[in-house]
């Protein structure tokens, strides 16, 4: 649904660069482009630089250099409360001396909207979190679950186009969470907001965004959908972030018909998929998902190079076990398998051959 | 309730008692503390193998009341001024200290007769110097010659400049009367009816303008020497020593002056009295007293002390004619009535106080 | 290991042993309020040297304070007989026997050297009264009857009603004529309240002086601390301890050094006006007076009273977070409307806590506009001040330091009504 809106850019970094010091750039030439409808959320470790994007969007820090675009306007010299972006914040910054309501009408006081159209503003705003009962209480008063809510209404209620989010649900615990995560997705979707969302957990980032763009080191290291950035991570640094994944280190030795022969350090040779590699000779980590992993030698693809590993203990998950083994020298290979009718539990000890669809090994950078 | 308020004065002050071979003075600091330390302390000290200590206040009279009553004192001997010594005496505060006892001058005179008339009133105190209120001028304001007349004080035409007079009605309605041409002798007797005093401050009415008021006797020199006034009353001691002791450009009027004598007390009921007594005693004796002169222009309470008086410490400058007493200096010379402040003073402060914030 | 083994059953035999003692679980209670009452009882004797030394050096004092306030029995206590007869004739003029009273009295002062100390009293509403009293206790013993002929021979004075009067009203010991004197009012003859001969009224003009120049000086430290709080409140840590060093120098300078620098600069030769006629701003003749004057006191007192100001407000301050302005600003606020809205707001108790401390410690300030006051920067302190250690009128200073802490009672009362005192943030 999102994405069937008009494609035209609604927000748009072009060139950004960002430096607090004047020696180091904690944002480096960034280029973004969201149409409008969209929510994106920026994904990465802390120090990263996706708060510092989304507070150059809302005007809280001046980009060094690049422009902001927002609805095809530079925004660089607008201040922030002429952009017309509702945001919601870690703490929610709910203010303290007023009551729920006066938070709400407090964006609406400061555009010199009429008192009845207010009122009816704020009513509606705050039946739309379900929390219609709760206008005259302090913020202190109510719980974390309650202040989010009551955040995002505020972030809401002057209907803005394009919504910032700074991990708004960092503080609630994990169901709460996961509700909110849901609730959230819904309100932008049904209410056709464009959303920029900086979380830095990736299960939030996965479920809740139509694309995800993965900060690095003040870069952008991947945009994409969150299968996308699953199944096909573009280098290792998003194949480490997203998901469990075992790496393998190597060289190549050869690339045929889009397949790759990797020499493993410790020797073996190994299929994949090249993605991200110089070509022959160069060093690369190969990237498994664990549950791409297979013992079963009817399951393993035909033709494939299969490999020694020992098994050193597994791990009974209900739905699977995991399976941790000693591959190539390292003893942190994990495989998950799902635990479907009639499956055995391997033991520890035991000496298995495993493989993998060439297509689910991915030939990335060495880091 | 007195004797809770004792309780809780000592109790929050606890200072350390003196020991009884420890004597502490208390004086009033600066240069006349210098010379009461070198003159009475030292050779008291030395001849009695004793410790005496020396401490400064604002005024020394000032803690007698509460010391007394709280049974703490944190000084055995005080040297205050004669009004406050007359008060305090009649208050009970004070032990009485027999005059007769007091040793005879070198020249032989009993001690009765060898003070200065008039300086014996109080049964609980000896006289030690005679002081003056002076005013006293900077010369390089006035090139083209200075003030020489208590009059001159009040004369913003010819003598332009902010003065200096102490916050308080004492001295400063005396001298206002006089600058008025009333005469030394009448001044005490206006002051008492209520036309004296409406034109005692009628007359500071006329510079009231052009004053900064000080508090203590060090500030007069410092107020001249920064420039902040040309003309300040003072006392006379001090300008005394930042003229020829620091050789500060500052010249005395003596028309005016009035007189006041500071004395040696001993609280009531001090555990060391014998030893105060002795101090006191020997402190007044000709040659104590003859020998502070050296250091600063108090005159001496002894007649005796006179001829004993010699010169500066500077060793050159005479110290005779900067005595309030010198002969030339008491032209026209008020003493100090301190019958009539402890009567009206309250009165007048409260006056002064109200007419100073109008 | 083993701790945690057998602990878990004892815990498990308590719960089901406890509702065989009783069914109300009363036990439980008391076992409860006997184990809070031993840790309330050390808690006390924690307090208890505190509590000691506030009840001793403070409460102690402020009742001795009120009660001196109202008695001074230096009268009373000297003139026993005066006293009976004032109270057997509560309306009569004075006639012979009060006359014989006042000898026998006056007898009895000279042998126990009160007679100062009765006459001071009387001196305090009725000037020259000390002397009236020392020489008559000279003489008194070798009066003889009839004693209002002989005391009116000795000195007219001793006829007059106004005399009697203020006697009368010494007599009692307690008395509320020191407040009447410190409220600018005195009593006639008759005994009537009414105003102080107007060149003696001062004290309501000073409590008056006091307390404007107490709220300006408040008012200049919230002008000058509110956007150094800011600063301190905003910046890196580190960067915000050392300039708070800055902010509590004034703490670490004796305040006779700081008091000697302001002079320094002040005065009519100093630093400042020398600078401003160097530069041309003002010629030699039209230096500015900033010192020994009200500019003095106000000048002087902000400079050591702004830590009072600026320590409450940054201690609001720092922990609101930015974000709070942001969220205001990303609302559609300007940032002044942000400021005012939201961060303003929330420094409240900060400047109520402020203003208070530096309100109240500059009602009671008495040194540095004594220094720097001149006459026009004179406080009601300074008045206290001097019926403390110049007139020892101390009924006089009770009763004016007693309205001054009636005044600040109030203030707390007004703070505690409008801001509540549990929202006193002071650091």
Known sequence: ?367 | MKKTLILTTALASMGLAASAQELTVMSWGGAYGVSQVEAYNKPFAAANGVTVNMVDADNPATPIKAMVEAGDYSADVFDIELSDAVRLCDEGLLEVIDHSALPDGVDGVPALDDFVAGSLVSECAVPNIVWSTVYAYDTTKFPNGGPTTAADFFDLDAFPGQRGLRKGAKANLELALMADGVPAAEVYDLLATDEGVARAFAKLDTIKGSVVWWEAGAQPPQLLADGEVVMSTAYNGRIFNAAVGEGKPFQIVWDGQIMDFDMFVIPRGNPDVALAMEYVAFATGSQPLADQAMYISYGPARLSSGPLVGLYQDGKTEMGPHMPTAADNLGNALVNDFEFWADRGTELEEMFNAWLAG | MSDSHSIAPNTASAETAGPLKTADGKPLKVALARAQARSRRRAFLLVAPLLLFVVITFVVPIFQLLAQSVNDPSFSRAAPNMVEWFAQNPDAEPDEAAYAALVADLVEMKKNRTAADAGTRINYELSGSRSLFTSAARSADRMEAPFMEAMLDKDEKWGDPMLWQVMRGASTGFTINFYLAALDMTRDAEGNIIAAPEDRQIYVKLFIRTFVLSALIMLTTFILGFPVAHLLAVLPMRTSNLLMILVLLPFWTSLLVRTTAWIALLQREGVINSLLVSVGVIGEDGRLSMIYNQAGTVIAMTHILLPFMILPLYSVMRPIPPSYVRAARSLGATSFTAFWRVYFPQTVPGIAAGGLLVFILAVGYYITPALVGGASGQLISNLIAFHMNDSYNWSLASALAALLLFAVLVLYWLYDRMIGIDRMKLG
């Open chain 1, 1 to 367: 649904m999102a994405k069937a809106g008009n494609d035209a850019a609604f927000v748009e970094f072009e060139r950004v660069q960002k430096s607090y010091d004047g020696e180091t750039l904690v944002v480096k030439d960034l280029n973004l482009s969201m149409p409008k409808g969209e929510f994106l959320t920026m994904l990465g470790p802390s120090g990263s630089g996706k708060t510092t994007c989304l507070m150059m969007l809302a005007g809280f820090e001046t980009a060094t250099h690049g422009a902001i675009r927002l609805n095809g306007k530079s925004i660089n010299d607008i201040p922030p409360h002429k952009r017309g972006i509702g945001m919601v914040f870690q703490n929610y910054a709910l203010f303290p001396h007023m009551s729920v309501a006066e938070n709400l009408a407090f964006p609406l006081e400061v555009r010199n909207i009429g008192k009845s159209d207010r009122e009816a503003k704020v009513k509606r705003a705050l039946d739309m979190v379900q929390m219609g009962t709760f206008g005259s209480r302090r913020p202190a008063q109510l719980s974390g679950g309650q202040q989010q809510r009551v955040a995002l209404a505020r972030a809401l209620v002057f209907e803005p186009e394009l919504v910032l989010m700074d991990e708004p649900l960092g503080a609630l615990d994990k169901q709460l969470r996961e509700h909110m995560q849901f609730e959230i997705t819904r309100l932008a979707h049904d209410l056709g907001i464009t959303t920029v969302y900086v979380t830095h957990d990736q299960t939030e980032a996965l479920t809740m965004s139509d694309r995800v763009a993965v900060f690095n080191d003040g870069v952008i290291q991947q945009l994409a959908p969150p299968d996308a950035l699953y199944e096909a991570p573009v280098n290792s640094f998003v194949a480490q972030f997203i998901g469990e994944n075992n790496k393998l280190p190597g060289k190549v030795e050869e690339i045929k018909d889009g397949r790759a022969l990797v020499r493993l350090d410790s020797g073996e040779l190994i299929d994949a998929t090249p993605v991200n590699v110089d070509g022959v000779g160069s060093k690369t980590l190969v990237s498994i998902r664990p549950e791409r992993v297979e013992f079963k030698p009817d399951l393993i693809p035909e033709g494939a190079h299969t490999i020694e590993a020992q098994v050193l203990e597994s791990i009974y998950m209900g739905d699977s076990f995991r399976t941790r083994l000693r591959v190539a020298g390292s003893d942190n290979f994990i495989m998950k398998s799902r635990n479907a009718s009639g499956q055995t539990r391997l033991s520890a000890g035991e000496k298995i051959t495993i493989g993998w669809s060439p297509r689910d090994a991915r030939a990335l950078d060495p880091l």
